[in-house]
């Protein structure tokens, strides 16, 4: 089952903050985070496991709660770089799984100067 | 370094067409994957590796057809297109020990 990610959509002044949700009704090994800038390839942000470690990015945090199955991305002090549409992706197993993703629908996020 | 290569880049056939989309990557990674990407509805995963000679199916396999003879290298073919089967087609690879998938650039297919 697809991740369900909110909000769809969200604008912000530079240098506001913003969170975007993703939950699972599945249990989960792991969440990954992806930024993608239009026409592009979408980029790795982070990953949480199952645990609490995280690996990835220094200026963006997230948290995974995991007897919800949520995770959520957080955006301080946004910049314009920022703009891009974020998708969750989780993961059930390990290596037989091959660590393969389902990933949200995505939430766009769009930085105003 | 190149990363994940996709080519073609863009792409039109016509309805009844096959064609065979290469995804190439230089990082020695164990697991590759094919995405389709669809406006609204994310990434959904058609196929996938964990090493040479394996695949899997993924979400939506049907109307693909995948290999892997070599590591670096992961084939998506499409042997009859059909409309919908427009998209665009990301590739990616990751390697084993929790590490995120690179993509490739992608590949817009449009079948006519």
């Known amino acids: 089952q697809q991740p369900v990610q909110s909000p769809q959509a969200v604008i912000l002044r530079e240098g506001e903050d913003a969170v975007i949700n993703c939950s699972s009704s599945k249990a989960l090994y792991s969440v990954h985070w992806y930024r993608q800038k239009h026409g592009e390839a979408p980029v790795f942000l982070m990953i949480?496991?199952?645990?609490?470690e995280q690996k990835g990015h220094d200026k963006i945090s997230a948290s995974f709660n995991e007897k919800k199955q949520q995770s959520s991305l957080y955006l301080t002090a946004s910049q314009l770089s920022y703009s891009g549409t974020y998708f969750c992706?989780?993961?059930?197993?390990?290596?037989?799984?091959?660590?393969?993703?389902?990933f949200g629908a995505g939430t766009i996020l769009r930085v105003k100067s | 370094n190149a990363g994940v290569t996709q080519t073609p880049k863009f792409r039109v056939l016509k309805t009844g067409q096959s064609m065979t989309l290469l995804c190439a990557q230089d990082m020695n990674h164990e697991y590759m994957y094919w995405y389709r990407q669809d406006p609204g509805m994310g990434l959904r995963l058609i196929h996938y590796?964990?090493?040479?000679?394996?695949?899997a199916k993924g979400e939506v396999p049907d109307g693909y057809n995948v290999s892997r003879l070599k590591k670096q290298n992961f084939l998506l073919g499409l042997e009859s297109a059909a409309p919908s089967q427009t998209s665009v087609y990301f590739c990616?690879?990751?390697?084993?020990?929790?590490?995120?998938?690179?993509f490739g650039s992608g590949t817009r297919l449009t079948v006519v």
């Open positions: 992706g989780t993961e059930k197993g390990t290596v037989e799984y091959g660590n393969k993703l389902v």
């Open positions: 990616a690879s990751s390697s084993p020990g929790n590490w995120g998938y690179t």
């Open positions: 590796s964990v090493g040479e000679g394996t695949t």
């Open positions: 949480l496991l199952k645990g609490g």
